[in-house]
């Protein structure tokens, strides 16, 4: 069947935020790839949430280049969807990519040398059919690689065509302070950065946000529900198709301990008296603080998604409530 994205896809006001002093908007809520889409997984399933989500407002979709299994497979089944259905949508989409994993093997297949950033961002084009990514991000710092090499590279993906804007991933605050600097004066001021951060994962609240508020630079928030942790997936158990029992590398079974599990027992209470659920709750937790332009959310069924955009019509927290969580999760 022929697709055709919903005519109201854009009629909620609270979907978009400008990424930092940029000028591109970004959704609220975007949605990865990196667990669900690759090549061993079910593809009229992954259409389905990609262009459910898109008929629901979301223009961003993250990917990078070692999304899978196999890794290059979250790509080629993006362009497969672009080929088939959101082609004529490509103007409407913000499609990023990354490099800075392991790749391929030997000395050029990871990191952030401009050998690799650049020949996997042409890999990453093929796979996806694409002339151009929205956003090109370095994944991660490299410690043995000048910092202007890595931003030369990033700044060189614009110039050349290959990239609209330029974002970085998993860097510290002084990293990040350099890397905005360096690209500002190539020319290419950084977009926006990708750290992990959530009601668990509360690093970039030690220097990050100042830096990024300082600078300029959005934020999109990766890993916004813990990996489903902070949702109501495991609040009776760990399900069969859940990924904590699926792919236990990332999320493992002893991750979900008896006292996190009472945790988010309470914190799903103090969602429910917001008129939430507890992965609206976390999202939009997660979004109350200005600097953050948008959560980066995955998802195995559509019907998540969903519920995960309703968390937009309340991102307001008072003191009490800020300061029940804090003691749930006791920081
Ligand atoms: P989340 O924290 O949003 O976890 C997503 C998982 O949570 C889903 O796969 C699903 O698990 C579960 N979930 C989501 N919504 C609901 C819901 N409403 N109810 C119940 N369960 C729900 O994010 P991810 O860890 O998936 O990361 C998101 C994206 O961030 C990635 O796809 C990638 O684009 C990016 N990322 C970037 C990294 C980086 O280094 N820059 C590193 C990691 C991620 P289940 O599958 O069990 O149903």
């Known amino acids: 069947?022929?697709?055709?994205?919903?005519?109201?896809?854009?009629?909620?006001?609270?979907?978009?935020?400008?990424?930092?002093?940029?000028?591109?908007?970004?959704?609220?809520?975007?949605?990865?790839?990196?667990?669900?889409?690759g090549g061993n997984d079910?593809?009229?399933?992954?259409?389905?949430?990609?262009?459910?989500?898109?008929?629901?407002?979301?223009?961003?979709?993250?990917?990078?280049?070692?999304?899978?299994?196999p890794a290059g497979s979250a790509e080629i089944t993006f362009g497969r969807l672009l080929e088939r259905d959101l082609g004529p949508y490509r103007n409407e989409l913000v499609i990023s990519t990354k490099a800075g994993y392991y790749m391929w093997p030997g000395p050029y297949g990871e990191w952030g040398s401009r050998k690799y950033l650049l020949s996997s961002l042409d890999a990453s084009l093929k796979r996806l059919g694409l002339e151009y990514v929205d956003v090109f991000y370095s994944h991660r710092p490299d410690p043995k690689t000048p910092l202007e090499e890595t931003c030369g590279a990033l700044a060189h993906a614009?110039?050349?065509?290959?990239?609209?804007?330029?974002?970085?991933?998993?860097?510290?605050p002084e990293q990040t302070r350099s890397a905005a600097k360096i690209l500002r004066e190539l020319g290419t001021p950084c977009l926006?950065?990708?750290?992990?951060?959530?009601?668990?994962?509360?690093?970039?609240?030690?220097?990050?946000?100042?830096?990024?508020?300082?600078?300029?630079?959005?934020?999109?928030?990766?890993?916004?529900?813990?990996?489903?942790?902070?949702?109501?997936?495991?609040?009776?158990?760990?399900?069969?198709?859940?990924?904590?029992?699926?792919?236990?590398?990332?999320?493992?079974?002893?991750?979900?301990?008896?006292?996190?599990?009472?945790?988010?027992?309470?914190?799903?209470?103090?969602?429910?008296?917001?008129?939430?659920?507890?992965?609206?709750?976390?999202?939009?937790?997660?979004?109350?603080?200005?600097?953050?332009t948008s959560a980066l959310i995955g998802a195995s069924r559509l019907s998540q998604v969903e519920e995960n955009l309703k968390a937009l019509a309340n991102t307001q927290f008072d003191a009490s409530e800020l300061e029940r969580i804090e003691r749930v999760i006791g920081k």
């Open 42 to 69: 079910d593809f009229d399933t992954a259409r389905g949430i990609i262009l459910g989500s898109f008929d629901r407002g979301i223009t961003h979709f993250d990917l990078a280049n070692n999304y899978g299994p």
């Open 192 to 292: 926006i950065h990708q750290p992990r951060y959530s009601m668990y994962e509360r690093t970039p609240e030690r220097g990050l946000f100042d830096v990024l508020a300082a600078e300029g630079i959005g934020c999109i928030a990766f890993s916004p529900l813990a990996q489903g942790l902070l949702s109501g997936r495991y609040l009776a158990g760990i399900p069969a198709d859940a990924r904590a029992a699926k792919d236990p590398r990332f999320l493992t079974p002893s991750d979900i301990t008896e006292q996190k599990r009472a945790e988010l027992k309470q914190l799903d209470a103090i969602a429910r008296e917001r008129g939430q659920t507890l992965a609206q709750l976390a999202l939009a937790w997660v979004l109350r603080n200005p600097v953050m």
């Open 158 to 172: 614009v110039r050349s065509g290959k990239a609209l804007y330029v974002g970085i991933s998993n860097y510290d």
């Open 1 to 37: 069947m022929s697709y055709e994205a919903a005519p109201g896809r854009y009629e909620n006001p609270a979907l978009f935020a400008r990424s930092g002093k940029s000028g591109l908007d970004l959704p609220r809520i975007s949605l990865g790839l990196w667990h669900n889409f």
